[in-house]
């Protein structure tokens, strides 16, 4: 039969938790060491009130003794109670940092303004006046927005940065990147077994993480099950939505090499051969291996399936079986290419409990 919860009103006589105890013993051994000098044990002495309150605080530390160890490191929080002095620091608390370099800028613009797909930092090397610490910074937006609503993310972005800035560095610029599109043509020969519509999302997928990554936040629990250790992990800014990995924080692009493209497809399941690849760059035919982008400029695939979708024209990658064609519907690619994309998106609230 289970025992109810109670209080024990029978201390054990010598125990670190009876004062009476403590005290008697207290003053006997008082007594042994200095009962030559100090004759006067009444409650009145004020070495006797020391005494008591040794013996109190003992009392206290032997009763806190038969805690478990999870409840002496550990408190709850609440509105209207602070923490328990002495317990462990909060990881959040002790280990971020505030931001320094380049990267921790760029997480933490990322982390805080979702209207921003990604950004670079840019040290400015040449400045007229031969001011050095100037940083120019290159937003690539995650939708088209106004004039009115570009001119707000510049300055959110001004407000991040001089709210946490370094002694002498400052900004210069920022600057919202306009897109290079990028079409291919091609003809893609592909296996029985495989959808061609699926595997033109995945093309474009593979494509786009390979030409623009996507900066991808992920959660304390998956970083810990990588292997990845508190301090790597909170090494920077302290994140609100997720932390990011300082190296996917990839450089902006100044080339593209055609044939990376080829291999890339290539690679992809079910594609069996490549014929007739072609690149376009803003509607110009790419000679050559290298498509090179001008400055603050970024690239960005063709795959508006529904622009042809409206125009009934041809859609320039074409799939085949050997040489037979394959019809496929643009809106069910459109529909896994954005699952594809949603997947990969994650986004998280951190609790700092």
Known sequence: MKQPKHINKHIPEESVLNFAYLRKEGIRLAQKLAGDIWTDYNEHDPGVTILEQLC?????????????????????????????????????DILPVSPWTINDYRI??????????????????????????????????????????????????????????????????????EATVITIRAEIDIDNESIAEAILAQ??????????????????????????????????????????????????????????????VSGIKGVRAIRNFEVFKDDIPVEGDVITLEANRYPVLDNDFEEYMEELTEYPIQFFRGWMPVLVSLSMASKMLQEHLHSNAKHFKISRR
């Not at 610490?133 to 940065?161: A, P, S």
């Not at 900066?215 to 099950?225: G, N």
């Not at 990588?226 to 992990?233: K, L, M, R, T, W």
């Open 203 to 264: 093309l474009f997928y593979a494509l786009e993480e390979n030409l623009i990554p996507r900066v991808k936040m992920y959660s304390y629990r998956e970083l810990i099950e990588e292997g990845i250790d508190f301090g790597e992990i909170f090494d920077g800014p302290l994140t609100q939505n997720g932390v990011l990995k300082p190296d996917e924080l990839k450089p902006l692009l100044t080339e593209i090499y055609i044939s990376d493209l080829i291999e890339i």
């Open 56 to 92: 109190f605080a003992l009392t206290d530390l032997g009763y806190r003794m038969d805690f478990d160890i999870e409840q002496l490191l550990s408190s709850r929080r609440s509105a209207n109670k602070a923490i328990v002095p002495g317990a462990f620091f909060n990881v959040h």
């Open 108 to 177: 933490l613009i990322l982390d805080q303004l979702p209207e921003i797909k990604n950004v670079w930092v840019v040290p400015v090397r040449d400045n007229a006046q031969g001011i050095n610490g100037l940083y120019d910074f290159k937003l690539q937006l995650n939708e088209k927005l106004e004039e009115q609503e570009k001119e707000e993310v510049k300055q959110k972005v001004k407000n991040i940065y001089c709210k946490n800035r370094n002694l002498c560095e400052d900004i210069n610029e920022v600057q919202i990147l």
